[in-house]
C-alpha cells in the first residue's frame, strides 16, 4: 500500500531500513495437552457425549464477530442435512458464540441475524427428539473449553478472513486421544501451517457442506493420521518457539550493522579537500534524483537557474571538466544545457557529446523489431496502469509509474518485469530497473563507458541515485571519489542525504577557484 518494493527480506523506508518476517503465533501445547486430561475434563467430555444421544458433535467456536463466517457456517450444515437426510438426527452443531463488542451497534445487529437464523434452522430442521443447533452465547471457562474440544468429532474454524485463529490449534493440542477431524478455512492464517486439516473455501456453501460430510465419515485410521501429524507441528511450533525466533530475529536485527544515512562531516571536508587540490577533475553527475528532485512527469523536472549557474561555474573552474551523464534523451539535455562547456551523455551513455562540441556520438543501436515489440508491452500496461506513461528515446523505452496508485504501480512494475525478462531472453535489449521506472536499453550500453574514455591523471568523482549509477562507481579508478546520493544501498563510499546536500557540496566546490 505503501508503493514499497522490497528487496529480499527488507525494505527501505527513509534512511531506515526495516526487516520483514513472518512469525506464525504459537499456543501453550502443553498446557491445553494437560487440560484434557484432567479428570474433571474427560468426565465433562463424556458427558457431553452422552448429552448427544448418540448423535456426531461438530463444534464451532467463535468470537460473535462477521469475519468468523458463523452464518455461512450454519448455511453449510442446513445444506449437508439436505444433501444428506440420513444424517437427520445423528449430527448435532454446537456453536459457541463469545460476546464480543457487545456496545458496538453493528455487533448487536449481527447477533440478532445470527440466532434470528439459529431458531430458523431448528425449526425447518429439527424433530420433536432432535435439535439439530445448540447455540451457546457467554463465555466459557478453560475445562469447559477443552471439555467441548475433547468431546468434538469434528471441529470447524471457518472464518471468511482471520490473521491467524489460534483456535484450530487449541483443538489440536487438546485431542491427546489422537482423535477428531479439524475443517479449516483456507482464508485463516493458521491454514498455511495445518496442511493436514481438510480446508475449505467458506463461501462455497455447497462444497462446505460436502467437506463436513467427508470430516464424519473419515476412516479411524485417517483420523488418528491426519491428527497425530498436526499435533506435532502444533507441539514443535508452539508459543514458546513463536517468542524465542522473533526476539532471536529482532536481536539479529538490532545488532547488525546500522544503515548509515550520510557520511561524516570531516569524511565530506576530506573529500572536497582532494577535489581542491586535483591536478585535473572531472565531475560525472548525474540527473534525475541527484541535481533535482524527481518529478510527477519527466518534463517537469528541468533545470532551475540556480543549477545553471552552479554547472557553468564549475565548468569555469580551471582544469575541471563537468559531465552530467543522464537516462534522459539527448534532445532533452541538449535543450536544458546545450549552451554550457559542459559533457553531455544520454540514455545512460548511449549518445556522448563532448564540452564545446555539437555533434552526438552513439555507442550502440536498437533494433526496429524489437523496439516495436517493447513498445507495445509498454502501452499496454500503461493503458492498464491509470498515472503511468511511456517514454521513448532514440535506443531505449522507460515505462514510468510515479503518478500510479502506489500499490498497484509496484505490482503492475513488477509483472512487466517478469514479462520483459522471459521476453527479451535472447535479444539485444536488456531491462533496467530505476526509481518509479522500468526501462529496456540496448543491452551493452552503460555509464561505465563513459570513464573508460577519460584521461589517466585525473581524479574522477561521481554523484547518483540509483542502480545505473552504481554502473559508474563500479568503473571508477581506484582512487575515484564515488558519492550516493539518498538512502538505497549503494557501493559508493561516500553518502549525502538528498538534492540539497548535491548541490551543497558541489557549490563548496565551486566557491574555490583553485
Known amino acids: ?19 520483514l518476517g513472518a512469525f506464525p503465533m504459537g499456543i501453550d501445547a502443553k498446557r491445553f495437552s494437560a487440560a484434557a486430561e484432567q479428570p474433571a475434563v474427560i468426565a465433562e467430555a463424556q458427558s457431553l457425549r452422552a448429552g448427544a444421544d448418540g448423535c456426531a458433535i461438530i463444534l464451532g467456536v467463535d468470537r460473535l464477530d462477521y469475519t468468523k463466517g458463523i452464518t455461512r457456517r450454519l448455511l453449510a450444515f442446513e445444506e449437508l442435512i439436505r444433501r444428506h437426510p440420513q444424517l437427520s438426527e445423528r449430527v448435532r452443531l454446537i456453536q459457541v458464540a ?80 489422537e482423535d477428531g477431524v479439524l475443517v479449516l478455512s483456507e482464508f485463516a492464517g493458521a ?31 485417517e483420523r488418528h493420521a491426519r491428527m497425530r501429524t498436526l499435533r506435532r507441528r502444533v507441539f514443535s511450533f508452539d508459543v514458546d518457539w513463536w517468542a524465542r525466533t522473533f526476539l532471536d530475529a529482532l536481536e539479529e536485527a538490532s545488532s547488525a550493522p546500522a544503515f548509515r544515512p550520510v557520511s561524516r562531516p570531516e569524511e565530506l571536508r576530506e573529500a572536497l579537500e582532494r577535489m581542491r587540490e586535483a ?25 532551475d537557474a540556480a543549477l545553471l549557474e552552479l554547472l557553468g561555474g564549475l565548468a569555469g573552474r580551471p582544469r575541471t571538466a563537468v559531465h552530467v551523464v543522464s537516462g534522459r534523451a539527448r534532445e532533452t539535455l541538449e535543450r536544458w544545457f546545450g549552451t554550457l562547456p559542459i559533457g553531455l551523455h544520454a540514455e545512460h551513455g548511449l549518445w556522448s557529446r563532448a564540452p564545446g562540441v555539437s555533434e552526438w556520438i552513439a555507442r550502440g543501436e536498437a533494433p526496429a523489431e524489437w523496439r516495436d515489440r517493447v513498445r507495445t508491452i509498454f502501452e ?24 500510479a496508485d502506489p500499490e498497484f504501480g509496484v505490482q503492475q512494475a513488477s509483472e512487466l518485469r517478469l514479462h520483459l525478462a522471459a521476453l527479451l531472453r ?14 529496456v536499453r540496448p543491452r551493452g550500453v552503460s555509464k561505465s563507458a ?39 544501498p549503494s557501493r559508493a563510499g561516500l553518502r549525502l542525504a538528498g538534492v540539497p546536500e548535491a548541490r551543497r557540496l558541489l557549490e563548496a566546490l565551486r566557491r574555490n577557484g583553485r
Open 1 to 19: 500500500m505503501l508503493g514499497i518494493a522490497p528487496e529480499g527480506d527488507r525494505v527501505r523506508v527513509g534512511t531506515r531500513e526495516v526487516r
Open 98 to 177: 463469545v460476546p464480543s463488542r457487545i456496545d458496538v451497534q453493528a455487533y448487536k445487529g449481527f447477533r440478532r441475524e445470527l440466532e434470528g437464523l439459529v431458531g430458523r434452522l431448528n425449526g425447518a430442521l429439527g424433530t420433536p427428539r432432535w435439535v439439530p443447533i445448540n447455540y451457546v452465547y457467554r463465555n466459557l471457562s478453560d475445562e469447559e473449553l477443552v471439555a467441548l474440544y475433547r468431546a468434538a468429532d469434528v471441529m470447524v474454524v471457518t472464518p471468511v478472513r482471520d490473521g491467524m485463529n489460534l483456535v484450530a490449534k487449541e483443538f489440536v493440542a487438546s485431542r491427546p486421544d
Open 191 to 221: 491454514a498455511s501451517e495445518l496442511r493436514e486439516a481438510l480446508l475449505v473455501n467458506p463461501f462455497a456453501v455447497d462444497q462446505t457442506a460436502e467437506m463436513y460430510a467427508r470430516a464424519l465419515s473419515l476412516p479411524p485410521e
Open 279 to 303: 591536478r585535473r577533475l572531472v565531475l560525472l553527475l548525474d540527473y534525475d534524483g541527484t541535481l533535482v528532485p524527481f518529478a510527477p512527469l519527466p518534463e517537469l523536472a528541468s533545470p
Open 380 to 403: 499496454q500496461f500503461a493503458v492498464r496502469t491509470p498515472g503511468s506513461l511511456v517514454e521513448e528515446k532514440s535506443g531505449s523505452i522507460a515505462w514510468h509509474y510515479r503518478m
Open 426 to 439: 535472447q535479444s539485444p535489449f536488456e531491462v533496467l530497473v530505476g526509481a518509479k521506472v522500468v526501462e
Open 450 to 488: 563513459i570513464v573508460r574514455e577519460l584521461p589517466n591523471d585525473s581524479l574522477v568523482v561521481a554523484l547518483g541515485d540509483d542502480r545505473t549509477d552504481e554502473e559508474l562507481f563500479a568503473a571508477l579508478p581506484a582512487d575515484g571519489l564515488a558519492v550516493h546520493v539518498g538512502p538505497s
